[in-house]
Nanobody
Framework: VQLQASGGGLVQPGGSLRLSCAAS???????MGWFRQAPGKEREGVAC????????MYARSVMGQFTISRDNAKKTVNLQMNSLKPDDTAIYYC??????????????WGQGTLVTVSS
């Protein structure tokens, strides 16, 4: 499985970004989603969406702020991030097998995309 993430960048507090991840190399259904890792902190689950029924999981810290979506035909998953705060600054990683939101249980990782929220 290969995951290609894109969409990171520098944004001012209160701004929005949309991350995208394109998957290739597999045919069966995987949950897909996002983790993030801030400097000096552990990698944490942000959001995940199942393949079959669209079940979504969110970290409590991003509920109501981030929205995850996927297109199974295109094998892509997106993360719409609104009202961004400096605490959202991190490297964001696309991942499969993420519904438990536990980094050690993730099946595959993308390369990461940096999101910096700063004025």
């Amino acid at each position: 499985v290969q995951l290609q993430a894109s969409g990171g960048g520098l944004v001012q507090p209160g701004g929005s970004l949309r991350l995208s991840c394109a998957a290739s190399g597999f045919t069966s259904g995987y949950s897909m989603g996002w983790f993030r890792q801030a400097p000096g902190k552990e990698r944490e689950g942000v959001a995940c969406i199942s393949f079959s029924n669209g079940r979504m999981m969110y970290a409590r810290s991003v509920m109501g702020q981030f929205t995850i979506s996927r297109d199974n035909a295109k094998k892509t998953v997106n993360l719409q991030m609104n009202s961004l705060k400096p605490d959202d600054t991190a490297i964001y990683y696309c991942a499969t097998d993420c519904l438990d939101m536990v980094a050690n249980w993730v099946g595959s990782w993308g390369q990461g995309t940096l999101v910096t929220v700063s004025s």
